[in-house]
C-alpha cells in the first residue's frame, strides 16, 4: 500500500516528464519546486519510491519511473481527472474549483468504483480542464499541441486545454473568456513584452506571453 505523499510524487514526475516536459528524465529539484518541499525532503522520498520499484534514482541525479511506476500514476491521473469531471458536469462545480477536491478524492483505493464512475460518465476523453484522461487500462492518446503563444496570423484556432490548474490562473482565464472550445485569432504580437492582442466573441483583449504559453489550442 502506497501513502498519499508517495502517489504525489509519483503523479508529479509523471507531470513534469511526460506532459509538461516530454522527457524521461526529471531532477529532483524540479521535482522539490513543482511539490513546494524542500530538496532535501524530495530526495528522501525519491529514495523511498526506489526501494519500492517505482522510480529509477540516482543520488545527485535524474528520476524516471519504472513501469510499475507509471501504470500507478496514470491510475492516479485517471481518478482525478475523472473526479474533475464528475463535479464539473454532475454537480455544477465551476472549473476553478475542481482541482483541490479532486486532488483528495483521487486517493480511494476503490477501482471498482472509479470504473462504474467512468462508465456513468459515459467515458470521457477528456476532464473539463481539456486533459487527457487514461482509460482503464492506462492507455493515454497524446497529440502534439501548440500553445496560444505560438499562434499565427491569418488562421482560426479553438482553445483546447490549459497547462496549468490552479484555482487562480483558471479564474483569471475564465474572466477573460478563455475557455474550452472558444474560436480565437491573433491580431497582433507586442514585439517589446511578446504580449498578444487576440480576438475572442468579436472582441479584442490583450494577454501576457506569461498566460498565452499556458494555453493550448489547435487550428480549424
Known amino acids: 500500500m502506497n501513502t498519499i505523499a508517495e502517489e504525489n510524487y509519483l503523479k508529479a514526475i509523471y507531470h513534469l516528464t511526460y506532459e509538461l516536459e516530454t522527457t524521461d528524465f526529471v531532477g529532483t529539484n524540479n521535482i522539490a519546486n513543482y511539490l513546494s518541499?524542500?530538496?532535501?525532503t524530495a530526495t528522501?522520498?525519491?529514495k523511498k519510491l526506489k526501494e519500492?520499484?517505482?522510480?529509477?534514482?540516482?543520488k545527485y541525479g535524474k528520476s524516471s519511473l519504472t513501469n510499475d511506476g507509471?501504470?500507478?500514476?496514470l491510475e492516479i491521473i485517471r481518478k482525478h481527472r475523472l473526479w474533475e469531471t464528475f463535479l464539473c458536469e454532475k454537480l455544477g462545480f465551476n472549473w476553478e474549483e475542481v482541482h483541490e477536491i479532486a486532488e483528495q478524492l483521487e486517493h480511494i483505493k476503490s477501482n471498482k468504483l472509479i470504473d462504474r464512475l467512468d462508465k456513468f460518465l459515459n467515458y470521457p476523453k477528456t476532464d473539463p480542464h481539456g486533459e487527457l484522461i487514461p482509460n482503464a487500462e492506462g492507455y493515454i492518446d497524446y497529440q502534439s499541441k501548440i500553445s496560444v503563444a505560438d499562434m499565427k496570423l491569418g488562421f482560426i484556432y479553438k482553445i483546447t486545454a490549459v497547462k496549468e490548474d490552479s484555482?487562480?490562473?483558471l479564474k483569471l482565464i475564465n474572466n477573460m473568456g478563455?475557455?474550452?472550445?472558444k474560436q480565437i485569432e491573433l491580431k497582433e504580437v507586442n514585439i517589446y513584452d511578446n504580449s498578444l492582442q487576440i480576438k475572442i466573441n468579436n472582441q479584442s483583449i490583450n494577454i501576457s506571453s506569461h498566460i498565452a504559453h499556458k494555453i493550448l489550442i489547435e487550428q480549424i
Not at 518541499?37 to 532535501?40: M, T, Y
Not at 519500492?52 to 540516482?58: A, Q
Not at 507509471?70 to 500514476?73: D, F, G, H, R
Open 37 to 40: 518541499v524542500k530538496p532535501a
Open 52 to 58: 519500492k520499484s517505482l522510480i529509477n534514482y540516482e
Open 178 to 181: 478563455l475557455n474550452i472550445n
Open 167 to 169: 484555482y487562480e490562473f
Open 70 to 73: 507509471k501504470k500507478l500514476a
Open 44 to 46: 528522501d522520498m525519491l
